[in-house]
């Protein structure tokens, strides 16, 4: 079965005509054959092997001669790739800019990777922030952001969330607890769920305010994501469990909701899972530890069997909004 | 029941599924109108659930629980007979059996069509009477008859059903049952190779005259895995490492040694890729391309793997260096279509969010050179959570 027989069905239900089905069968047969995503592939695949050898490069030939123009090649290649990102810049909207043909979203990425490197770097040799590691860890978090707005990628957008994270996570726990492995997790769980709740309303003001709408998706996996794990955690380890459940819970019944609306199925797949986890985890902490082994079986048999229910009756059983 | 050996799914609607496809495309590159495109979608319905790739995932997941647990159930009433292997096997075929029925009624029931729930029950039938093969004969036969009980078993889950991940096991078991065979004999050892080549070689040519004949589009994704595999195992083959450190393996030395007609194997290495590469872009075979893509990085590492002694961070910077410059070099000659190749892409991209996703996920974690200095963000990113 090839499209022959598809054109001629169209043909004969007199859905197209004889005119544009030959134009169709002639364009079929010269057609051109795309190598869009295979290169796009080499070429991320290129800038991480680059990036990663510089950056192991560099720490390998410290105090040796070729080192300082080691140095000066990636300072010189940054700059040249934030050149040409700035180069061909566009007007700022706060809609999504379309230019997937172009290589400008490429050169930045390289640009913000070598960054990273060379402001790691400075740091480890020359003490540039001194033991204030939060400033060292801030200014990718900044300078990513600004890149990410202006320039309107979404790639430089999640190096920005995770350099944020670092920084948070360098202010919250000191480096010399970090070495020393006994910070305080409570602590950091604490802020992984504040920090992923923050970026949850970053993303759901995004889209709701029509600023960057389309950041709203990395804004709400990573958010989200961050702040499932954290209130897992916290309900696995912590005490005051019923709080971090009804956060489980909170957060799942949010981003079914929101997976329904947006007909964005990872975030279902999300809030289910995490969800789940958490009710069994309620569950085992409930009933009476030495249950009988049956129970055990009848529980997981009847939820799966209702998640499975769920997710097939999804669109009967929450409705969107306004549909 | 018709017959238990039918296809399952409607095939109709399978057929139309691809239908619908070459029409979005079109729609895409704008040969078709909205409205015509629409009234083209209604004259080929699918009639399955549509579900999407992560909701697959979800149902799969806990498919799998329910089939576990059922399986805990029962055997709470049954332990007794879990002294023996031959009682136990019975279970086990008992069991399979009832998934078996179970999956027949809910996949026209519900409209099914790899959601995942499917996909589950399917496996765990197949690990079932294969569990039950095993149980019975004790372990006790030759691995090779357990390979040949297996290849029958997948061969027809695979004509029924069309699965992919079943078409993969089938063709690994084929792999796995020359090569234990060849293995048992010294003359078997020296031709390895070649038999494992002529084997793909005749596998790929079996499945494009299955193309060819079969009318229907059921079995398409099954036959795509199927020649991208035979391509794969015919290159590795004949890969030098492979061979080497194979060769190595089944005569026990300690270190791999040269081996006897290394130039015929050094070639096959280049050669294999290229050939692949080059015939893809002449005959405009996606599979093949990606085939060759893979297989080169293979022999680039074959040859770092004896030949160079270029340290790792150097390989890795000369080669990005010579991946983004080859690249950016091909997509600025492809602007205008040359060679019948064109860079513009030829469906849209679902996935562009998920693609920063990805791209965040391969940046190297520079900031953090000895793991302490600014101890990088390690509680945040796609909810790892193990840094905890």
């Known amino acids: ?323 | 029941m018709k017959n238990i050996f039918s296809k399952i799914y409607n095939q109709l609607w399978v057929d139309n599924i691809h239908n619908q496809s070459i029409l979005k495309e079109w729609l895409f590159k704008k040969k078709l109108t909205n409205d015509q495109f629409e009234s083209s979608k209604a004259a080929f319905p699918v009639g399955f659930k549509h579900s999407n790739i992560f909701v697959k995932i979800g149902l799969f997941i806990f498919a799998n629980i329910i089939i576990f647990s059922a399986a805990g159930i029962a055997s709470v009433f049954f332990a007794a007979l879990f002294d023996s292997s031959i009682t136990f096997g019975i279970l086990c075929l008992l069991y399979g059996i009832i998934l078996f029925i179970v999956l027949n009624n809910l996949i026209p029931k519900n409209n099914f069509y790899r959601s995942g729930v499917d996909n589950a029950l399917l496996y765990a039938i197949l690990s079932c009477l294969f569990g039950f093969f095993l149980a019975v004969t004790d372990f006790k036969l030759p691995t090779l008859v357990y390979c040949l009980i297996l290849l029958v078993l997948l061969a027809i889950a695979l004509l029924k059903y069309a699965d992919q991940f079943v078409t993969i096991c089938l063709y690994g078991t084929l792999i796995f049952f020359c090569f234990t065979l060849m293995s048992k004999f010294p003359i078997g050892k020296l031709i390895l190779p070649f038999v494992i080549m002529l084997i793909s070689a005749v596998s790929y040519f079996l499945v494009k005259y299955w193309k060819k004949i079969e009318a229907t589009n059921y079995y398409l994704d099954a036959q795509n895995i199927l020649e991208i595999l035979a391509m794969a195992t015919f290159y590795i083959g004949g890969n030098y490492y492979v061979v080497r450190e194979g060769n190595a393996l089944l005569n026990s030395l300690g270190t791999s040694t040269q081996i006897d007609f290394a130039p015929l194997f050094y070639f096959f290495t280049v050669g294999i890729p290229v050939f692949y590469i080059v015939r893809s872009l002449m005959k405009h075979d996606r599979k093949m391309l990606l085939v060759g893509l893979l297989t080169i990085t293979f022999s680039i590492y074959t040859y770092r793997e004896y030949f160079s002694s270029l340290p790792v961070e150097w390989a890795l910077t000369v080669g990005g260096a010579f991946l983004i410059s080859f690249s950016v070099l091909a997509i600025r000659y492809l602007k205008t279509p040359k060679h019948r190749l064109t860079y513009s892409p030829s469906f849209e991209n679902k996935y562009r969010n998920l693609e920063a996703i990805v791209i965040n996920k391969m940046v190297p974690n520079t900031n953090a050179p000895d793991g302490t200095k600014f101890g990088g963000g390690d509680f945040g990113g796609g909810g790892a959570g193990e840094a905890y």
């Not at chain 1, 040409?84 to 990425?109: G, Q």
């Not at chain 1, 001194?130 to 309107?152: K, M, Q, T, W």
């Not at chain 1, 789940?276 to 529980?299: C, H, M």
């Open chain 1, 1 to 323: 079965m090839t499209y022959s027989s598809l054109l001629n069905t169209l043909l004969e239900k007199k859905i197209i005509t004889t005119e544009l089905a030959t134009k169709i069968d002639f364009e079929e047969k010269n057609k051109l054959f795309s190598i869009h995503w295979e290169l796009r592939t080499l070429l991320y695949l290129g800038i991480t092997c680059l990036t990663t050898g510089l950056g192991m490069l560099i720490y390998k030939n410290i105090d040796t001669i070729g080192h300082n123009i080691i140095i000066g090649l990636i300072a010189i290649l940054c700059a040249v790739c934030f050149y040409y990102a700035i180069k061909h810049i566009k007007p700022f909207t706060w809609d999504e800019v379309l230019n997937s043909e172009s290589l400008v979203d490429f050169t930045l990425l390289g640009a913000c990777i070598l960054f990273l490197i060379l402001e790691g770097y400075i740091q480890y040799q020359y003490n540039l922030f001194g033991n204030r590691y939060g400033v060292a860890a801030l200014i990718p978090a900044i300078v990513f952001f600004f890149c990410a707005y202006r320039f309107d990628h979404r790639g430089v957008l999640s190096m920005a969330i995770t350099a944020l994270t670092s920084w948070i996570g360098v202010s919250v726990a000191p480096a010399s607890l970090w070495k020393n492995n006994n910070f305080n997790t409570l602590n950091l769980t604490l802020t992984a769920l504040l920090l992923g709740c923050f970026l949850i309303i970053i993303g759901w003001l995004s889209e709701k305010n029509s600023k960057k709408a389309h950041f709203g998706f990395t804004y709400l996996l990573m958010g989200g994501n961050m702040a499932f794990v954290a209130a897992l955690v916290g309900l696995f380890n912590f005490d005051y469990k019923i709080i971090y459940f009804m956060l489980v819970i909170v957060l799942s019944y949010l981003s079914i909701i929101y997976a329904q609306q947006k007909q964005s199925y990872l975030f279902l797949l999300m809030g289910v899972i995490f969800g789940y986890s958490a009710i069994t985890y309620g569950f085992f902490k409930v009933t009476p530890d030495n249950l009988d082994f049956f129970l055990y079986q009848l529980y997981f048999l009847a939820s799966a069997g209702g998640t499975i229910y769920f997710l097939i009756n999804i669109k009967k059983i929450i409705k969107p909004k306004g549909v």
